[in-house]
């Protein structure tokens, strides 16, 4: 959809839980302290789970059914997510990482929280180096309601202080079983890890973030509603949204950021190469007479 410049990020402990041109143009996050609690996304009456459940791939032919606000023309959101951007000297990143392995312990008993994972960004293996000033580690948590998000304890909102928060409406959620993405469900041992070592990698995230004017929300929402790209058959596909921030976005011009994540790299790599690609990042038809874009996303 347009011409957009994703990131990717290695996430690293599961626990909690326009084309594409080039490689180079994608940011990765590596990423770590990643869990599943519930569904990604439950559909009504299956009721609470302690597993991800299996989910149909979307496609146009149920976009109708997705619910729209009548006062806004926009989508109601499937989920609530909030993140934390932290800039850490690089002297400073395997004891910030470690930091989170009890924190995320107890994240994960917290009411309301389906899905988080830590992720350091990996642009600086991919392409040119990160600038001094680009927060390179975030904090990625997908909650039942803001309510849930608004309660969690004072031990997780301390270590808020020290990062730039970003909140988003979750939209078109999608994941796949435990059983198939290899997203760890609470409770899952994890081997002992080395103090002076960094997290073991366990995930890749993929991500495009979007300046869309005002005004083109609406048709920016309904260009993703629309698209067919039946991610939940592919190999290494873990769980995909499109996030919609919450208030301003004066800190980094991005309205819409959309977020998926892999096993690993080569399944994204798979993915670039798949028709499953090609079919959602082609062309629709006729030119639109505006874009919708305020600014090009920064890699």
């Known amino acids: 959809i347009g011409s957009s410049m994703p990131y990717i990020w290695k996430l690293f402990d599961k626990n909690i839980l326009n084309k594409m041109e080039s490689l180079r143009n994608f940011v990765l996050l590596l990423s770590m302290l990643v869990f599943c609690t519930t569904a990604f996304q439950v559909n009504p009456g299956f009721g609470v789970v302690r597993r991800a459940m299996p989910l149909v791939a979307r ?136 103090a002076s070592k960094r997290l073991p990698r366990e995930a890749l995230v993929a991500s495009n973030r979007f300046g869309i004017k005002p005004g083109f929300e609406k048709d920016f929402e309904e260009l993703w509603a629309k698209r067919d790209t039946s991610l939940a058959d592919l190999p290494g596909f873990v769980n995909f949204q499109l996030l919609r921030r919450e208030g301003s976005s004066a800190d980094d011009g991005n309205t819409y950021v959309s977020y998926t994540t892999w096993d690993s790299l080569q399944a994204f790599n798979n993915w670039r190469e798949s028709d499953n690609f090609k079919r959602s990042h082609s062309s629709s038809g006729g030119k639109p007479k505006e874009s919708p874009y305020a600014k090009m996303p920064k890699v």
């Not at 850490?88 to 930091?99: L, T």
């Not at 180096?129 to 309510?147: C, G, H, I, M, R």
């Not at 796949?176 to 469900?185: E, L, R």
Request: proline share 6%; net charge negative; hydrophobic share 40%.
């Open 59 to 194: 496609s146009a032919t149920n976009v109708a059914s997705r619910t729209v606000n009548e006062d806004t023309g926009l989508f109601v959101e499937d989920r609530y997510v909030s993140t934390l951007r932290f800039l850490v000297p690089k002297n400073e990143q395997v004891a910030f990482e470690h930091s989170w392995k009890e924190l995320s312990q107890k994240l994960s008993a917290t009411p309301g929280l389906r899905y988080f994972h830590v992720g350091k960004r990996a642009a600086d293996f991919m392409g040119p180096p990160l600038p001094d000033t680009e927060f390179n580690y975030q904090s990625f948590a997908v909650w039942e309601s803001k309510e849930a998000c608004d309660a969690v304890d004072d031990d997780f909102k301390a270590i808020a202080m020290n990062a730039s928060p970003a909140n988003y409406d979750g939209l078109f959620a999608l994941a796949v079983p435990t059983s198939i993405s290899g997203v760890p469900a609470i409770g899952d041992d994890r081997a002992d890890t080395v």
